[in-house]
């Protein structure tokens, strides 16, 4: 079967083809990314691949989407379109399904090999569920759940839960936080790429009574900058990137170790998005710390392993394969 399968985000969308055997993804063709803002819908990015990949075949349209899905339709979080089942079948003349992102990132990792991970903790490995928690624009999260012989992948928006300090500085950090959004402060905001790193920086330098190091000062409020602003400066060796960074990884452990303690995932944690491989280094340094600092479940969660995902297709394979599998 062949499935056009898309994977769409708050900043970068992706599209392919996908053929699969069962519910394997054997072939990727016709890979195009697009920038998700400079489109008003869905459908104007799929007539434009279908412009620029003429007299290709499939069989349907699969699609993965940061938002919740309810009775085949969607309203994308951090991007504003709208995207109804019954409309793209009839707009496009082939079966269309579509299903929240984290869902068809957890169909994707499925297929994962050891080739296509980073261990951050090798842990003690058994039959179980799985988890998984994306940093990327936003903040996705899923459970995997595992009735004895088959995975089955759940949509979730757990990204919009509350944050839920564990320290007198995280204490700061959500007083912070609640002044400067004005009310609900949730993981996303301190996690998500949109505004997480921009957050903690400018945290960090206000309790520190310091100001922002010249290369993020000047940085607009609402843009993506941020992040790799932090991330370069880290690896030309700033201490205050480093340190922001060593925060945000922190804070990456405490958040997958709550959403582990909801399904203890035997099989793994996976951290998917494409913040993580960007800051691996940080994460092997300071995720565990987080992760394991839950009193009496310390050792419970150490022996969960954790994983980075470095398949940056997974989300549109999964994709695919939901089409199939649903």
């Not at 969960?304 to 649903?326: E, M």
Request: net charge neutral.
């Amino acid at each position: 079967m062949k499935i056009l399968a898309i994977d769409i985000g708050g900043t970068k969308s992706a599209v392919g083809l996908c053929n699969l055997e069962g519910h394997k993804v054997t072939t990727v063709t016709a890979f195009t990314k697009f920038a998700s803002q400079d489109f008003a819908s869905l459908p104007t990015m799929v007539h434009l691949w279908l412009e620029q990949n003429p007299g290709h075949s499939f069989d349907g349209i699969g699609a993965g989407v940061a938002g919740p899905v309810i009775d085949g339709h969607v309203h994308l979080t951090n991007l504003g379109w709208d995207i109804d089942t019954q409309s793209m079948t009839k707009t496009f003349s082939k079966p269309f399904r579509v299903c929240n992102d984290m869902e068809s990132h957890g169909w994707g990792l499925l297929g994962l090999g050891s080739e296509d991970c980073t261990t951050l903790n090798a842990g003690q490995p058994g039959p179980g569920a799985k988890a998984l928690i994306a940093a990327g624009t936003g903040l996705g999260e899923s459970i995997i759940g595992w009735n004895g012989k088959n995975h089955h992948p759940m949509p979730g928006e757990g990204g919009h839960s509350s944050f839920s300090p564990a320290n007198q500085v995280e204490d700061n950090l959500l007083k912070y936080l609640r002044i400067e959004l004005g009310g609900h402060v949730s993981w996303e905001r301190i996690l998500g790429g949109r505004d997480g790193f921009r957050n903690l920086a400018k945290f960090l330098a206000d309790h520190r009574g310091t100001l922002l190091p010249a290369q993020l000062a000047d940085l607009p409020k609402s843009q993506l900058d941020w992040g790799a602003a932090v991330i370069g400066a880290d690896q030309a060796g700033d201490p205050f990137a480093r340190a922001v960074l060593a925060m945000y990884s922190t804070l990456y452990g405490r958040e997958a170790a709550n959403l582990a303690l909801k399904c203890v995932p035997r099989s793994g944690v996976y951290l998917g998005g494409g913040i993580a491989p960007r800051i691996t280094a940080s994460l092997k340094e300071n995720f565990m710390h987080g992760f394991t600092d839950k009193g009496r479940f310390a050792s419970l969660l150490g022996s969960i392993p954790v994983y980075i995902i470095k398949d940056d297709l997974n989300g549109l394979k999964g994709a695919a394969i939901q089409f199939c599998a649903l």
